[in-house]
């Protein structure tokens, strides 16, 4: 089993950088892929960034450029930096371990979800 913890989130203006983190506990992840969505108010989770065991990642178009996943599979730690924060960025984001195969955005697809932690970008 593996329990893992989001944190990092805050209130912050547009513009300003935050850096998240995903800690987890229980059993090592290093050969798990593991996925940041964010759920923003009324609407759907959506999986902003995702990191294999092997490195490669994928960036939802709303985020490319401006967020970097990345993993330091010593500490069993997953992180999301996020630059140039926008309002539009504002959501409980969330980690997960990808239990489907690479390449699948569906939460159905992921386990383990953290309790989440929110990012509010002020204009």
């Known amino acids: 089993q593996v329990q893992l913890v989001e944190s990092g989130g805050g209130l912050v203006q547009a513009g300003d950088s935050l850096r998240l983190s995903c800690a987890a506990s229980?059993?090592?992840?290093?050969?798990?892929?593991v996925g940041w969505f964010r759920q923003a108010a009324g609407k759907e989770r959506e999986l902003v960034a995702g990191?294999?065991?092997?490195?490669?990642?994928y960036y939802a178009d709303s985020v490319k450029g401006r967020f970097t996943i990345s993993r330091d599979n010593a500490k069993n730690t997953i992180y999301l930096q996020m630059n140039s924060l926008k309002p539009e960025d504002t959501a409980v984001y969330y980690c997960?371990?990808?239990?489907?195969?690479?390449?699948?955005?569906?939460?159905?697809?992921?386990?383990?979800w953290g309790p989440g932690t929110q990012v509010t970008v002020s204009s």
């Open positions: 997960a371990v990808l239990r489907g195969n690479w390449g699948s955005r569906d939460p159905a697809s992921f386990a383990y």
């Open positions: 229980g059993r090592t992840f290093s050969r798990a892929a």
């Open positions: 990191i294999s065991n092997g490195g490669s990642t």
